[in-house]
């Protein structure tokens, strides 16, 4: 909970931001869910080797409190059922690419950050 409450706030109060700014609501979450990939890329693999509990207490607090509820999947979810309900199937494939595989280069980037930072701030 500790985690998660101002991952939901956070995200909440982003996509709220962002989504005036943007063509539709759903880039905005997109952009969110990016943002939770990359910083899920780089506690992973700042925090996530070795046994030492409190480094685990730390990727528990962070990583699946803070970036589980700050992303969302429930919510891209309806927002590609309600894109394709909106009869728009071209958008809704181009959200769906885009999360996915922007997501996983923003996870790897996150990946790429966090095991540099390690090896420049042990």
Known sequence: MAGAVPGAWLRFRLVEHLAPRLPRRHWATLVVNLTASLVLGWLVARLGSGADPVRR???????????????????????????????????????ALASILLGLGAVSIGLLLGHLSRTLLP
């Open 57 to 95: 207490d730390w990727l528990l607090l962070l990583a699946t409190g803070f970036c589980g509820s700050f992303s969302t999947f429930s919510t891209w979810i309806a927002e590609l059922w309600t894109t394709l309900q909106e009869g728009e199937g071209r958008e809704a494939v181009r959200l």
